[in-house]
T-cell receptor, first 113, second 113 residues
Framework: QQQVKQSPQSLIVQKGGISIINCAYENTAFDYFPWYQQFPGKGPALLIAIRPDVSEKKEGRFTISFNKSAKQFSLHIMDSQPGDSATYFCAASSAGSARQLTFGSGTQLTVLP | KAGVTQTPRYLIKTRGQQVTLSCSPISGHRSVSWYQQTPGQGLQFLFEYFSETQRNKGNFPGRFSGRQFSNSRSEMNVSTLELGDSALYLC????????????FGPGTRLTVT
């Protein structure tokens, strides 16, 4: 019940296209859903995050769509650029004094020039 | 503000040895969490410390331990190293008790031979 399932495992997009990565969760106690971007040799960097009281959040070219009833959320990268080529992780955590991030398995995004 | 720093960045140890990794959180952040990243298991939560107290622990054997100092700096220790402990160990800091906006360091790459 703690799992976060992420798809696809890998994604190839042309420059200027839209990249879409999906995640699904089971634990209804999850109340915070961040997305992280990781480049080789670096730690994950927080991109954008959403809470279940909103259905969409946009920051620049990055948008999170959240469907509470379906227990799914997705990351959309508009106008994808070669510099966006990285591994993307969705994650979730639940409320309480002690919180931990449960991560999806990651999506390797390649944006072709 | 300086980011999360981790030392050392790379480490090679022999099976059976023990190792100590260090993490300095972002100034003002009092919560420090540790994660293990491997190709097979992905990103997995190890433990979280807040105000020098371990508040949450993931599903790892007792060989993995940690502590936090009064200045919020944290160390994790792995005793009796096994080949399977080879991984990237990531530290993340947060202003609240983990979960909300965790910022990751570059990680320590541990190789056990």
């Amino acid at each position: 019940q703690q799992q976060v399932k992420q798809s696809p495992q890998s994604l190839i997009v042309q420059k200027g296209g839209i990249s879409i990565i999906n995640c699904a969760y089971e634990n209804t106690a999850f109340d915070y859903f961040p997305w992280y971007q990781q480049f080789p040799g670096k730690g994950p960097a927080l991109l954008i995050a959403i809470r279940p009281d909103v259905s969409e959040k946009k920051e620049g070219r990055f948008t999170i769509s959240f469907n509470k009833s379906a227990k799914q959320f997705s990351l959309h990268i508009m106008d994808s650029q070669p510099g966006d080529s990285a591994t993307y992780f969705c994650a979730a955590s639940s409320a309480g004094s002690a919180r931990q991030l449960t991560f999806g398995s990651g999506t390797q995004l390649t944006v072709l020039p | 503000k300086a980011g999360v720093t981790q030392t050392p960045r790379y480490l090679i140890k022999t099976r059976g040895q023990q190792v100590t990794l260090s993490c300095s959180p972002i100034s003002g952040h009092r919560s420090v969490s540790w994660y293990q990243q491997t190709p097979g298991q992905g990103l997995q939560f190890l433990f979280e410390y807040f105000s020098e107290t371990q508040r949450n622990k993931g599903n790892f054997p007792g060989r993995f331990s940690g502590r936090q100092f009064s200045n919020s700096r944290s160390e994790m220790n792995v005793s009796t190293l096994e080949l399977g402990d080879s991984a990237l160990y990531l530290c993340a800091s947060s202003t609240v008790g983990g979960g909300y906006e965790q910022y990751f360091g570059p990680g320590t790459r541990l190789t056990v031979t």
